[in-house]
Every structure is written in structure tokens, then in C-alpha cells.
């Protein structure tokens, strides 16, 4: 199985295409899950594929009259 994508957090910000306080705003309210790799310090990283996940719940979807 290959090994998920990890963004930092600045990544995750220009995936996104979000400031940091806007970011950080939405990891809190979709609760997006943060991880540690070993030896990276405090530094946390962020799934791509749960960013997505989470982007997608975020984004109202448009109904069609």
C-alpha cells in the first residue's frame, strides 16, 4: 500500500488556496486530523486526502431549479 501524501501546514495552505488563519479556522471546525512524523519536532502535517474529504463537506453543493 503506498504511503498517503503529508502536507505541512504552509503546503496544505496553498493546496487549499486559504490564508493561515482561514486554514487553521477549518482544520478546527471539520476537525481534519494533524500528525507527527518522527524527528519533525512540533511540526504537524495533514493528510491530502482528508483535506479533501473535509473540502468537500465544507463546499455547498448548488441545487439545480
Not at 511540526?43 to 483535506?51: A, D, G, P, T, V
Request: hydrophobic residues 40%; without cysteine.
Amino acid at each position: 500500500m503506498a504511503q498517503e501524501e503529508l502536507l505541512t501546514a504552509e503546503e496544505a495552505q496553498a493546496y487549499l488556496g486559504i490564508s493561515r488563519a482561514t486554514f487553521f479556522a477549518f482544520v478546527k471546525r471539520y476537525r481534519v486530523p494533524r500528525y507527527q512524523k518522527p524527528l519533525s519536532g512540533k511540526r504537524h502535517f495533514y493528510r491530502r486526502s482528508e483535506l479533501d474529504a473535509a473540502r468537500r463537506t465544507a463546499t455547498p453543493v448548488k441545487k439545480v431549479a
